[in-house]
């Protein structure tokens, strides 16, 4: 059994990636394409489209049909969209201020508690993420883990209805994403040098203004860098409405689950994903785009 | 809990009571951090032990949840299916995975060299719901419908830069004043690799392929909207329990799926970690 291998370097290069690039490829890049192609088709009514033309998925977004077959402006949508992006902005910020604090103190630790501390933030990441969602459904639902102490010591006299609300869903997902704040910010943080907080303390800065004006610009990379890695996974989020929203209180990712199990309106739901895919889109260029600025910043300074 | 620990900066001013860059309440913070972390893993694991049949009222502590998840016909076929699926997804993953980051850790500067980590890295990038529906439609659009098939083929899709990353890490840590002895004691290429690099290479292989079957076994949404009737994993058939009612059932089946993934995942670290220590210099 002889192997044909290529003698050059270049073509042993694009041999050991090609495996890479066949695979992903064929099965995620030409997948999105069509996808996006799907968008602009009619659908069937049965699942799947008919090979025609037609921007009304698109359209749906904004109007409907009434019953005079006429185009009307529909908010429903909008507001599902818009819906997700305050809650997903609402998860983030407070990733940022659960995480923040936690990074930071991590960063003073001397170096093997500092390994086994980043080892118990990414434990729970790498578990199974329905079933930590599920876990909020025993700790907020009704007679729940929160609520039963509370009716037992006479402090509530109610249920304090806390799922399916927008409340339960914001703690899922913060809950969901909090390690991926963590981890880039403590990692922008242990690189500073520390003598420069104590330079900043000498030339009389508060804490309070070594904090503001000497650390945390120091560490912005890292805080953008987490924002964006919760953000995104927020936007398309599907277990946490789904199971603590109870399914009626939508978000962009369940929508898009929906259209493809139930509404059976896949360009709809390719539509709705195409969207989700160019917000992502919009989010990454703008983090490479001040990524370079600041190498720029650093290069010339 | 807010006692900062020593740094290099203490005791500089004797009438601050915190060195410089301390702050009150960290401590205190960071524990309630981990308190958030954690609380709904505990009360997973606590309720699997639920002898009654509402997971909310406690009933008294017992195993029968456990028993009757281990003998319950629906879940050990998804346990195969699951096990099946992250066996092969793996082995693909870091085959496909070691060769790309080789040339991309060793093959030095090249034309197409950030195109092609962008690539490697696509399936981080993009939200797993438009993953899921994409490769979905593209299943539809050519017809193919393989069953389990069709789950394996979008798992090894995603689990690709998962082996990749950890891959790459150790080569790029890794010295090649061995492989260049090897070369000079007249091994061949072939054999340098197959006796130097690759014994080498092997924590981040193993690590790469560990966090592959990690991912592979957790995922829910791409084997939800991709899997068909008869391929149901485990995780999408917890999830067809949590809707049909809760019952302690799902926390044992949840609390032994949580604790392979901690197992694996506390394996992974263990051999990255001593691969550390022993990496050539």
């Not at chain 1, 604090?101 to 080892?119: D, F, G, H, K, Q």
């Not at chain 2, 080569?171 to 006796?195: I, K, N, V």
């Not at chain 2, 790469?208 to 076994?217: H, R």
């Not at chain 2, 302690?248 to 901690?262: D, F, G, H, K, Y």
Request: hydrophobic share 55%; proline share 5%; net charge positive.
């Amino acid at each position: 059994m002889n192997l044909w291998l290529p003698k050059t370097a270049a073509g042993k290069r694009w041999l050991g990636l090609a495996p890479s690039y066949f695979v992903i490829g064929i099965f995620m890049l030409v997948p999105m394409i069509i996808m996006g192609v799907f968008s602009f088709l009619e659908p069937n009514p049965y699942g799947g489209v008919k090979p025609v033309g037609s921007v009304a998925a698109y359209v749906k977004l904004f109007f409907e049909y009434d019953l005079e077959d006429q185009l009307v402006f529909n908010p429903g949508y909008i507001n599902i969209i818009f819906r997700s992006f305050q809650l997903s902005t609402g998860a983030t910020l407070l990733c940022l201020i659960i995480g923040f604090p936690v990074a930071y103190y991590i960063t003073l630790l001397p170096e093997n508690r500092r390994n086994l501390y980043i080892y118990l933030i990414t434990i729970p990441f790498w578990t199974n993420l329905l079933i930590r969602t599920f876990a909020w459904i025993i700790i907020l639902g009704r007679g729940g883990v929160i609520e039963t102490p509370l009716l037992a010591a006479g402090i509530i006299e109610d249920s304090l209805r806390m799922m399916y609300t927008d409340g339960a869903i914001a703690i899922g997902l913060t809950y969901s994403y909090l390690p991926l704040m963590v981890l880039p910010i403590y990692a922008s943080l242990e690189k500073i040098d520390f003598r420069l907080l104590e330079a900043a303390s000498d030339l009389y800065a508060t804490r309070l203004e070594v904090m503001t004006k000497v650390v945390i610009p120091l560490c912005k990379p890292g805080i953008i860098a987490g924002c964006i890695l919760v953000f995104i996974p927020c936007l398309g989020a599907f277990i946490a409405p789904n199971l603590l929203g109870g399914g009626k209180k939508l978000m962009l990712g369940s929508l898009v689950q929906f259209q493809f199990a139930s509404a059976r309106n896949w360009p709809f739901g390719a539509a709705l994903s195409m969207l989700l895919l160019s917000a992502v889109v919009i989010m990454l260029i703008f983090y490479a785009r001040s990524a370079r600025k600041r190498a720029d910043m650093e290069g010339s300074g | 809990m807010n006692a900062p620990v020593a740094q290099s900066s203490n005791a500089r001013n004797g009438k601050k009571m915190l060195p410089v860059g301390h702050y009150r309440g960290l401590g205190a913070w960071t524990v309630g951090f981990f308190i958030f972390l954690y609380l709904p893993i505990v009360v997973l694991i606590f309720y699997s032990f639920n002898s009654n049949r509402m997971v909310m009222n406690w009933g008294g502590f017992g195993l029968e949840w456990y028993i009757k998840a281990f003998q319950n016909d629906d879940i050990q076929k998804a346990v195969w299916n699951s096990l099946i699926v992250a066996t092969i997804a793996t082995i693909f993953a870091t085959a496909i995975a070691t060769i790309g980051a080789l040339v991309l850790a060793r093959g030095g500067n090249f034309r197409g060299k950030t195109i092609s980590l962008g690539l490697i890295t696509l399936p981080l990038m993009v939200p797993e719901i438009v993953t899921a529906v994409a490769v979905l439609i593209f299943f539809s659009a050519i017809g193919l419908n393989w069953g389990l098939g069709n789950v394996i083929i979008a798992h090894i899709t995603f689990c690709i830069p998962f082996a990749f990353m950890p891959i790459r890490a150790r080569l790029e840590g890794m010295d090649t004043s061995l492989e260049q002895a090897a070369r000079d004691l007249y091994a061949s290429e072939w054999e340098t690799f197959r006796f130097v690099t690759v014994p080498l290479l092997m924590p981040g292989i193993v690590a790469g392929a560990m966090l592959a079957f990690v991912i592979s076994m957790d995922d829910f949404i791409i084997t939800l909207m991709v899997g068909g009737a008869g391929s149901t994993t485990l995780p999408v058939y917890i999830y067809s329990m949590i809707r049909r009612g809760l019952t302690p059932e799902i926390n044992a089946v949840s609390t032994v799926l949580l604790l392979v993934s901690v197992a694996i995942v506390s394996a992974y670290w263990i051999v990255s970690k001593n691969s550390d220590t022993d990496t050539v210099h």
